[in-house]
């Protein structure tokens, strides 16, 4: 039987705008970008894992807002599975302390000028699509 880990992918949103993080390691994935996040650890939700992932790689506060429908295999065992965020307030602005080397907040129109890691691809496209909506995590406002 085959055990599937979840890696906790962050489409963080803010004023519609998306963080892109490029990739400084292991040398297979560095200089590709993703969405910031991490292993989710035996007995963590994965929103709990989002939070601590994005506390510790680039030292915000932020909180999971909505699954983003889908999952996408990564090399076995893993398994991506990603959630809007956003920034709670007052919380410092994203830096690349961990992990990454370069953060970007891409737009609609720059979403596809950074080279994300092939597996991304389908995640990005489905919060893209859920952004388009309007059900994406500026929808949260007011809760
Ligand atoms: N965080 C993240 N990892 C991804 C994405 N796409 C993708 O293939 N991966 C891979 C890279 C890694 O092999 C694995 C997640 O590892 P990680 O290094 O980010 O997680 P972690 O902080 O929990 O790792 P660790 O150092 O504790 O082992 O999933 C993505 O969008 N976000």
């Known amino acids: 039987m085959t055990e599937r880990i979840v890696v906790v992918g962050a489409a963080l949103l803010d004023g519609g705008r998306l963080l892109a993080a490029r990739r400084s390691a292991p040398p297979e994935l560095a200089g590709r ?54 920034l709670r307030a007052g919380s410092p602005e994203p830096k690349a302390l961990q992990d990454h080397d370069e953060l970007r907040w891409l737009t609609a129109g720059t979403l596809w000028s950074v080279q994300w890691l092939e597996q991304d691809v389908p995640a990005v496209r489905e919060v893209a699509r859920m952004c388009d909506t309007g059900t994406g995590a500026d929808a949260g406002a007011g809760d």
């Open 33 to 86: 970008w993703e969405l910031p996040g991490g292993k989710v650890e035996p007995g963590e939700t994965p929103e709990a894992a989002l939070v601590r992932e994005l506390r510790e790689e680039l030292g915000v506060e932020a909180e999971a807002v909505r699954r983003v429908p889908g999952e996408w295999p990564l090399r076995a065992p893993y398994v991506l599975r990603v959630w809007t965020a956003r």
